[in-house]
């Protein structure tokens, strides 16, 4: 801007966390990065109880391990927005909740590429695509340029490839409304840690040590 003043940028990343895991935090991190983020949110979902499936923990555990996770990521926060709301969680309703709390910021909603791909089921998807700024980043075992395809033609124009180092200038964030972004993703899954824990074997690694310590306290993830 013209008067030296950037607005400010924030990221959001949604999920079930059921749990979250380093490859969320390392997704979160490069994209903050790439971005010039100055936080990015992560949103446990709340789902409703009849929608709960075994292997679903409560929301409130879900979300005090993204608090522990995100305890030494200084730019991250864990936001309780739609577990408060204690009813489904549609991402447009939270995007208007958010947009009123950073009335001036750029918005980012941060998502794979598998969660980007549903995104025409999504409630009111053209309408969440009007609001915000979304950048999608790969995962391992799926098509990053497959997102060109999870939209009707008349989106084509609005995504851009994110190559290269350095922050995302403001020419580029005006340009497009979708950005493609490779990131050097992990191959880790909450549905390989709800296995491996039912199945006794290590997380080790996985999740951040305090993570790993809540699931085996609280008995998560058990059959
Ligand atoms: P589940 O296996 O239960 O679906 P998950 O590992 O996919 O869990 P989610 O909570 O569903 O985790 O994911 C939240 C968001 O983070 C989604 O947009 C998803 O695409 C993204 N994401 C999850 N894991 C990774 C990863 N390893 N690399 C990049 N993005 C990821
Ligand atoms: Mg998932």
Request: with cysteine; hydrophobic share 40%.
């Amino acid at each position: 801007m013209s008067n030296g003043i950037e607005r400010q940028r924030i990221g959001l990343l949604g999920g079930t966390f059921n749990p979250v895991h380093e490859g969320h935090l390392r997704a979160a991190e490069e994209v903050r990065l790439r971005f010039a983020l100055s936080q990015v949110l992560f949103i446990p979902s709340y789902i409703p109880p009849h929608k709960q499936t075994e292997d679903m923990a409560p929301p409130e555990d879900r979300f005090a391990m993204v608090e522990l996770a995100l305890r030494s990521h200084p730019h991250m926060v864990a936001s309780p927005l739609e577990i408060e709301a204690r009813d489904k969680s549609y991402s447009v309703i939270t995007l208007n909740k958010l947009q009123a709390i950073y009335a001036d910021a750029w918005i980012f909603f941060i998502l794979g590429v598998d969660a980007f791909l549903e995104i025409e089921t999504w409630k009111s998807y053209r309408e969440v695509l009007e609001k915000c700024r979304f950048i999608v980043i790969s995962r391992p075992g799926f098509d990053l340029a497959g997102a060109r395809e999870a939209l009707p033609p008349e989106y084509a124009g609005k995504m851009g490839d994110c190559r290269g180092a350095g922050p995302v200038g403001e020419d580029l964030l005006s340009r497009f409304r979708i950005f493609l972004v490779s990131i050097r993703a992990l191959d880790i899954s909450s549905t390989d840690i709800r296995r491996r824990v039912r199945a006794g074997r290590s997380i080790h690694g996985l999740v951040p040590d305090p993570v790993e310590e809540y699931i085996r306290k609280k008995n998560l993830y058990q059959e």
